[in-house]
């Protein structure tokens, strides 16, 4: 069976392990011990190596991984710098098969918070489908613009929100909650907006994950897969003190005001 679970790194990382029996696959393992720690303890193999971007708190493992698992396949995103010699370069619309773990991953170019970014997307059969998406999409948040421009992050954030609703997504950051303030302060009014904000206030007392989030979940809170909506917009003119007339405009706008919330 197909098994995912958080490995906590640093402050706020989670590195994704998927596992299938003893198989494993990890996503941007920013740092090794951790992840070196569950595969012991649980007598895994490491299979494969996947990398959303090129940011250290994503990739700083990799070489210390390889060293104890050489057999392990490294994937990255072509247009960035590859984390390891051998690594596998990979581009929109390309498929890692990891047979192993009877998985298919389909590779979704997601540009925004860097050029490169990408996501993996799989649709299995007997699950929901899991998407692994980096620092572009954070349950009721996005990636800070360190490379891309806002239109670039918003039509990465589109194709993402195109996904079914049902989605699972898996992100790499446990920002959740203060997303959530910001949404709010947006959209106060938002009854599906107020639910959550309990549920995950108790989550995170209780010091559980608030991850995955769902596709239907984030289209219905996260004001960044709402820049359309005209209470949003309404917000960010507010904030802004000027009209906005096209919605890149009012995504910029929510981006520069999550900057310095
Ligand atoms: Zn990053
Ligand atoms: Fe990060």
Redesign the pocket.
């Given at each position: 069976m197909l098994n995912v679970s958080p490995i906590p790194a640093f402050q706020d990382?989670y590195i994704w392990l998927i596992t299938n029996n003893n198989h494993a696959v990890v996503v941007d393992p920013g740092e090794a011990a951790p992840v070196e720690k569950i595969l012991a303890e649980r007598g895994l193999t490491l299979d494969a190596i996947l990398i959303t971007h090129h940011?250290w708190?994503?990739t700083g493992g990799v070489n210390a991984l390889l060293t104890s698992w050489p057999q392990a396949q490294v994937y990255a995103p072509a247009a960035e710098a590859m984390p390891a010699a051998g690594a596998i370069a990979l581009n929109d619309g390309d498929h890692v098969s990891l047979p192993a773990l009877e998985l298919e991953l389909k590779v979704i170019s997601v540009p925004g918070h860097t050029l490169g970014h990408i996501a993996y997307y799989a649709h299995q059969h007997s699950t929901p489908p899991l998407l692994f998406c980096?620092?572009t999409l954070f349950s009721g948040g996005c990636g800070r613009l360190f490379e891309g421009t806002p239109k670039q992050m918003h039509d990465s954030l589109q194709r993402l929100a195109g996904l079914p609703d049902d989605t699972r997504v898996y992100c790499?950051?446990e920002y959740t909650q203060a997303n959530l303030a910001f949404c709010h302060a947006v959209e106060p009014n938002n009854p599906e907006l107020k639910k959550y904000l309990q549920n995950v206030a108790k989550l995170r007392q209780q010091g559980v994950p608030t991850l995955p989030s769902t596709m239907a979940r984030e289209k219905a809170v996260n004001v960044f897969l709402r820049a359309h909506l005209a209470g949003v917009r309404a917000a960010a003119q507010a904030h802004q003190g000027a009209e906005l007339n096209e919605v890149i405009e009012v995504f910029a706008a929510l981006r520069r005001w999550k900057d310095d919330f």
């Amino acid at each position: 069976m197909l098994n995912v679970s958080p490995i906590p790194a640093f402050q706020d990382n989670y590195i994704w392990l998927i596992t299938n029996n003893n198989h494993a696959v990890v996503v941007d393992p920013g740092e090794a011990a951790p992840v070196e720690k569950i595969l012991a303890e649980r007598g895994l193999t490491l299979d494969a190596i996947l990398i959303t971007h090129h940011h250290w708190d994503h990739t700083g493992g990799v070489n210390a991984l390889l060293t104890s698992w050489p057999q392990a396949q490294v994937y990255a995103p072509a247009a960035e710098a590859m984390p390891a010699a051998g690594a596998i370069a990979l581009n929109d619309g390309d498929h890692v098969s990891l047979p192993a773990l009877e998985l298919e991953l389909k590779v979704i170019s997601v540009p925004g918070h860097t050029l490169g970014h990408i996501a993996y997307y799989a649709h299995q059969h007997s699950t929901p489908p899991l998407l692994f998406c980096g620092d572009t999409l954070f349950s009721g948040g996005c990636g800070r613009l360190f490379e891309g421009t806002p239109k670039q992050m918003h039509d990465s954030l589109q194709r993402l929100a195109g996904l079914p609703d049902d989605t699972r997504v898996y992100c790499t950051h446990e920002y959740t909650q203060a997303n959530l303030a910001f949404c709010h302060a947006v959209e106060p009014n938002n009854p599906e907006l107020k639910k959550y904000l309990q549920n995950v206030a108790k989550l995170r007392q209780q010091g559980v994950p608030t991850l995955p989030s769902t596709m239907a979940r984030e289209k219905a809170v996260n004001v960044f897969l709402r820049a359309h909506l005209a209470g949003v917009r309404a917000a960010a003119q507010a904030h802004q003190g000027a009209e906005l007339n096209e919605v890149i405009e009012v995504f910029a706008a929510l981006r520069r005001w999550k900057d310095d919330f």
